[in-house]
């Protein structure tokens, strides 16, 4: 997906079908649904999940 889709579809109801769990958690966070998109990631043990969302927190 291209960021300037992932960024209009942040403006959505729903989430955009067939994403990444990276990009589904980072569009929760985006929607202020910072708990589901934590719970989302919170398990995966690898550099991608460490880093999304620590750095959506940056701008809070």
């Given amino acids: ?3 300037q ?3 209009q579809s942040i403006n959505a109801t729903a989430p955009p079908q067939q ?3 990276y990009l589904l958690a980072m569009w929760y966070d ?3 649904n910072w708990e589901k ?3 989302m ?3 995966l043990n690898d550099a991608t999940a460490c880093w999304g969302l620590p750095a959506s ?3 809070r």
Avoid: E, L, P
């Fill in 57 to 59: 927190q940056r701008g």
């Fill in 1 to 3: 997906m291209k960021f």
């Fill in 41 to 43: 990631v919170d398990n």
């Fill in 30 to 32: 985006a929607n202020d």
């Fill in 5 to 7: 889709s992932f960024q």
């Fill in 37 to 39: 998109a934590h719970a």
């Fill in 19 to 21: 994403i990444s769990v």
